[in-house]
């Protein structure tokens, strides 16, 4: 696995949150993978994204896409605490899923990465079987592994097994694993405030990215080092009732 996890290379071209940029960078996290018999990340936005779908195409057509779902009533809570945690969020769930049901019209472009903020449009972002459709149909349906994060939940090591599968990876007989990504705050406000800042400055982010290409990185882990000791678990509140109901809605069309 590459280190940044989700270096979101293959993103559009103007997406600020990519961390790399550049093709000789990308293939620098992946230098430690020499003589493993895959290598892969994690960047869960491609499955959005219609650059990154035809980007890795044309970089790896033989590529193998491994896509995890949830069911849209612990998809779009989490997906919001997500971006509530890392600033980019300020409206509890009701009145952001309001405002952005509103907007659902902007799902016609031409692909969701011309929307502004379309990380936060939650009513197209969990409908998972559209862009997953889309997936199939560039790299084919034998080439794309959909897996379910209930089922994960249930039995891990099972889940795990056919990815193994899937990728011609052997079994290694792992049967402990780490649960990582769970429900999260902030031990302090303004550590969480000094992150935000130091993550909106395109200088700095311009600059690093300079360094870690010159030193052929893909993370210094500084960032992320500060962001986990400033974490404290934390139960996530429950899904309002309007929303799950126009969660099924919206499911039923």
Same mark, same amino acid.
């Given at each position: 696995?590459?280190?940044?996890?989700?270096?979101?290379?293959?993103?559009?071209?103007?997406?600020?949150?990519?961390?790399?940029?550049?093709?000789?960078? !990308?293939?620098?996290?992946?230098?430690?993978?020499?003589?493993?018999?895959?290598?892969?990340?994690?960047?869960? =936005?491609?499955?959005?994204?219609?650059?990154?779908?035809?980007?890795?195409?044309?970089?790896?057509?033989?590529?193998?896409?491994?896509?995890?779902?949830?069911?849209?009533?612990?998809?779009?809570?989490?997906?919001?605490?997500?971006?509530?945690?890392?600033?980019?969020?300020?409206?509890?769930?009701?009145? +952001? =899923?309001?405002?952005?049901?509103?907007?659902?019209?902007?799902?016609?472009?031409? /692909?969701?990465?011309?929307?502004?903020?379309?990380?936060?449009?939650?009513?197209?972002?969990?409908?998972?079987?559209?862009?997953?459709?889309?997936?199939?149909?560039?790299?084919?349906?034998?080439?794309?592994?959909?897996?379910?994060?209930?089922?994960?939940?249930?039995?891990? +090591?099972? /889940?795990?097994?056919?990815?193994? +599968?899937?990728?011609?990876?052997?079994?290694?007989?792992?049967?402990?694993?780490?649960?990582?990504? +769970?429900?999260?705050?902030?031990?302090?406000?303004?550590? *969480?405030?000094?992150?935000?800042?130091?993550?909106?400055?395109?200088?700095?982010?311009?600059?690093?990215?300079?360094?870690?290409? *010159?030193?052929?990185?893909?993370?210094?882990?500084? !960032?992320?080092?500060?962001?986990?000791?400033?974490?404290?678990?934390? /139960?996530?509140?429950?899904?309002?009732?309007?929303?799950? *109901?126009?969660?099924?809605?919206?499911?039923?069309?």
């Amino acid at each position: 696995m590459s280190r940044p996890k989700e270096p979101l290379y293959f993103l559009h071209e103007n997406d600020k949150q990519r961390k790399i940029i550049h093709e000789d960078h !990308y293939l620098s996290i992946f230098t430690s993978a020499r003589g493993c018999a895959v290598v892969g990340e994690a960047s869960v =936005w491609y499955l959005y994204s219609r650059h990154a779908r035809e980007r890795i195409k044309a970089f790896s057509p033989g590529a193998r896409i491994i896509i995890m779902t949830r069911h849209p009533y612990g998809f779009v809570p989490s997906l919001h605490a997500q971006m509530v945690f890392s600033g980019r969020e300020e409206e509890n769930l009701s009145e +952001a =899923w309001r405002r952005e049901r509103e907007r659902l019209g902007i799902a016609e472009l031409p /692909t969701i990465e011309y929307a502004e903020n379309w990380r936060r449009m939650y009513p197209v972002l969990m409908q998972h079987d559209h862009f997953i459709a889309e997936y199939k149909n560039t790299f084919g349906a034998e080439n794309v592994l959909v897996l379910r994060q209930e089922d994960m939940v249930k039995d891990v +090591a099972t /889940t795990y097994r056919r990815a193994l +599968a899937f990728l011609g990876v052997p079994d290694d007989g792992r049967e402990q694993f780490e649960v990582i990504n +769970a429900s999260k705050g902030h031990r302090n406000e303004f550590v *969480r405030r000094l992150l935000h800042w130091t993550s909106r400055q395109q200088w700095l982010i311009d600059s690093l990215r300079a360094v870690k290409r *010159r030193l052929g990185i893909g993370s210094f882990g500084a !960032y992320a080092l500060v962001a986990r000791l400033n974490l404290r678990r934390q /139960t996530r509140p429950a899904l309002p009732t309007a929303v799950r *109901r126009d969660i099924d809605r919206l499911s039923q069309t």
